[in-house]
RNA sequence: GCCGGGAUAGGGUAGUGGUUAUCCUGAGGGACUGUGGAUCCCUCGAGCUGGGUUCGAAUCCCGGUCCCGGCCCCA
């Protein structure tokens, strides 16, 4: 009572620390699997590496500090900045693409709820600078089947953003943000009255994000087409523009470069659709998948799952540029980050922790039982009790938590020999030698 | 940041201004100093926190903390 955790902060005994730990060996193994490797990287770092472009709402909800040499910090609130730092820091000169994955506590200042904690972890991965649709379909594909790898199947929306930008570079720069804000909290009356007011409404917003699956697919080509005409002298001009300052110019680029290419990136998301069919993921084309991170620049998807109450989104991910941001070579990257404590409360695992096997001694031979459990460690799980307990007492204990064998020692044991090995669930007892009893024990244990 | 519901032994709970705060479970010990989960006995252990009202507060009022649900945002 009077040491409280944190708020939105956690323990987990070790029944949940179990259950958490087998839900993700479970999905590791998947990664593994397609040929991710693990990295890590530090808890803290520059409050600059998350302000950079991770977006307002990011930033106002991260825990911040400055530590004794004056510098500003910050917990990382994600993942995917950090690991792009280190690629471009460590990794830029590897073989590409890079096939990453990292599973790491996350931290963000907001009012916890269900599903929603202050410290949470995240399992996700990126596959740095392969080419576009391919990498895209792999990344989407193998988040659909890490999840499966624990039994929860999502429903996936896949959207494509470079043609949500190229439709706002048409809408005056004053009011892109009041519409991104309509898509993104579907206010569809207001958006439309909104587009009408301005004068947008022929770009065919709205159409596109009413439409879903293979319409809206078809809509997005039809829109892109119609963007294209009378783009040459636009794109020429805001090229020129952006030409210049050395510092702004990455950032620029990444913005404008997107929007003028966006017909012949259409025909990419297009082939990102055929190959995640090929893949055999079942997903929903929508557009009006947004994100909140800025740096997402290409396709983006999100999964949902039943069962989590206002918090359903247990993946979000895409395409995006952020190694030319922190000084690196233009590379495109994808993927993604698995809400891994949303998942845990709807997986389904049993905890079948097996509790060790008891080494029940009499005082007078405390020593022996010390050596005897050394050895017999090398092969089983062994506890010895150490609270001082007469024989009956460590028995007691020993059923209380659970023991299915019991080996008991004491001084008619060591006189001949053989150890007393008793199962706790039917009562029998057998004498038995060391390795009798080494192999006995492998045998049950891993059986049961 | 906003709206609403909560907080009583380690866990789960009853009570609703009035002596020693209910019950289940748990933990420790004993009956049983070489054989356990049963039984019996004993013991331990609680009204989130700080104010206020009152002769008297776990109970009523206010602030804070934390939890839960929703909004927002996200994972």
Request: glycine residues 10%; proline residues 3%.
């Given at each position: 009572?009077?040491?409280?955790?944190?708020?939105?902060?956690?323990?987990f005994?070790?029944?949940e620390?179990?259950r958490r730990?087998v839900a993700r060996?479970?999905?590791?193994?998947?990664?593994?699997?397609?040929?991710?490797?693990?990295?890590?990287?530090?808890?803290?770092?520059?409050?600059?590496?998350?302000?950079?472009?991770?977006?307002?709402?990011?930033?106002?909800?991260?825990?911040?500090?400055?530590?004794?040499?004056?510098?500003?910090?910050?917990?990382?609130?994600?993942?995917?900045?950090?690991?792009?730092?280190?690629?471009?820091?460590?990794?830029?000169?590897?073989?590409?693409?890079?096939?990453?994955?990292?599973?790491?506590?996350?931290?963000?200042?907001?009012?916890?709820?269900?599903g929603?904690?202050?410290?949470?972890w995240?399992?996700?991965?990126?596959?740095?600078?392969?080419?576009?649709?391919?990498?895209?379909?792999?990344?989407?594909?193998?988040?659909?089947?890490?999840?499966?790898?624990v039994?929860v199947?999502?429903?996936?929306?896949?959207?494509?953003?470079?043609?949500?930008?190229?439709?706002?570079?048409?809408?005056?720069?004053?009011?892109?943000?009041?519409?991104?804000?309509?898509?993104?909290?579907?206010?569809?009356?207001?958006?439309?009255?909104?587009?009408?007011?301005?004068?947008?409404?022929?770009?065919?917003?709205?159409?596109?994000?009413?439409?879903?699956?293979?319409?809206?697919?078809?809509?997005?080509?039809?829109?892109?087409?119609?963007?294209?005409?009378?783009?040459?002298?636009?794109?020429?001009?805001?090229?020129?523009?952006?030409?210049?300052?050395?510092?702004?110019?990455?950032?620029?680029?990444?913005?404008?470069?997107?929007?003028?290419?966006?017909?012949?990136?259409?025909?990419?998301?297009?082939?990102?659709?055929?190959?995640?069919?090929?893949?055999?993921?079942?997903?929903?084309?929508?557009?009006?998948?947004?994100?909140?991170?800025?740096?997402?620049?290409?396709?983006?998807?999100?999964?949902?799952?039943?069962?989590?109450?206002?918090?359903?989104?247990?993946?979000?991910?895409?395409?995006?540029?952020?190694?030319?941001?922190?000084?690196?070579?233009?590379?495109?990257?994808?993927?993604?980050?698995?809400g891994f404590d949303r998942i845990m409360e709807i997986v389904?695992i049993?905890?079948?922790?097996?509790?060790?096997?008891?080494?029940?001694?009499?005082?007078?031979?405390?020593?022996?039982?010390?050596?005897?459990?050394?050895?017999?460690?090398?092969?089983?799980?062994?506890?010895?009790?150490?609270?001082?307990?007469?024989?009956?007492?460590?028995?007691?204990?020993?059923?209380?938590?659970?023991?299915?064998?019991?080996?008991?020692?004491?001084?008619?044991?060591?006189?001949?020999?053989?150890?007393?090995?008793?199962?706790?669930?039917?009562?029998?007892?057998?004498?038995?030698?060391?390795?009798?009893?080494?192999?006995?024990?492998?045998?049950?244990?891993?059986?049961?």
């Amino acid at each position: 009572m009077i040491l409280q955790r944190p708020r939105g902060t956690r323990d987990f005994l070790p029944a949940e620390a179990w259950r958490r730990s087998v839900a993700r060996k479970a999905m590791e193994s998947i990664l593994v699997r397609w040929g991710y490797q693990e990295i890590a990287t530090p808890t803290f770092e520059h409050l600059e590496l998350f302000t950079m472009k991770s977006g307002q709402s990011v930033i106002d909800e991260i825990y911040s500090f400055k530590d004794k040499g004056g510098r500003d910090l910050a917990l990382r609130p994600e993942l995917t900045a950090p690991v792009m730092r280190m690629y471009v820091s460590e990794l830029q000169n590897a073989p590409r693409p890079q096939r990453l994955y990292y599973f790491g506590n996350c931290f963000r200042y907001e009012r916890p709820q269900k599903g929603r904690f202050r410290e949470f972890w995240q399992l996700g991965a990126e596959l740095i600078g392969g080419s576009r649709p391919d990498s895209e379909a792999e990344v989407i594909a193998l988040a659909d089947q890490t999840l499966r790898s624990v039994n929860v199947v999502g429903e996936i929306h896949v959207g494509y953003l470079g043609l949500i930008r190229s439709i706002m570079d048409r809408i005056g720069a004053e009011h892109r943000p009041t519409v991104m804000r309509m898509i993104d909290k579907k206010e569809r009356e207001a958006l439309a009255e909104f587009l009408d007011d301005i004068g947008a409404n022929h770009l065919g917003l709205l159409d596109l994000i009413d439409l879903k699956g293979k319409d809206a697919l078809d809509k997005a080509v039809e829109i892109a087409r119609d963007l294209g005409a009378g783009r040459a002298q636009e794109s020429a001009s805001t090229a020129g523009a952006s030409a210049g300052s050395s510092e702004m110019a990455g950032r620029a680029s990444a913005r404008t470069g997107r929007s003028v290419s966006a017909e012949l990136r259409i025909d990419e998301f297009r082939e990102t659709v055929e190959l995640l069919e090929a893949y055999g993921v079942d997903f929903t084309t929508d557009f009006e998948i947004v994100r909140g991170l800025e740096y997402y620049s290409g396709t983006v998807f999100e999964i949902y799952a039943e069962g989590l109450g206002a918090q359903r989104q247990i993946c979000g991910g895409g395409t995006y540029e952020l190694a030319s941001l922190f000084g690196g070579k233009e590379t495109s990257s994808t993927g993604f980050g698995l809400g891994f404590d949303r998942i845990m409360e709807i997986v389904q695992i049993e905890d079948e922790r097996k509790p060790p096997v008891f080494l029940a001694f009499t005082p007078d031979v405390k020593v022996d039982a010390a050596k005897i459990a050394k050895k017999l460690r090398q092969k089983v799980p062994v506890v010895l009790d150490v609270m001082g307990r007469g024989l009956g007492a460590q028995l007691k204990a020993a059923g209380s938590a659970g023991a299915q064998f019991v080996i008991i020692l004491g001084r008619n044991e060591l006189d001949n020999g053989k150890l007393t090995l008793r199962n706790m669930l039917t009562g029998e007892q057998e004498s038995l030698t060391m390795a009798q009893i080494e192999d006995t024990l492998n045998e049950r244990l891993s059986c049961l």
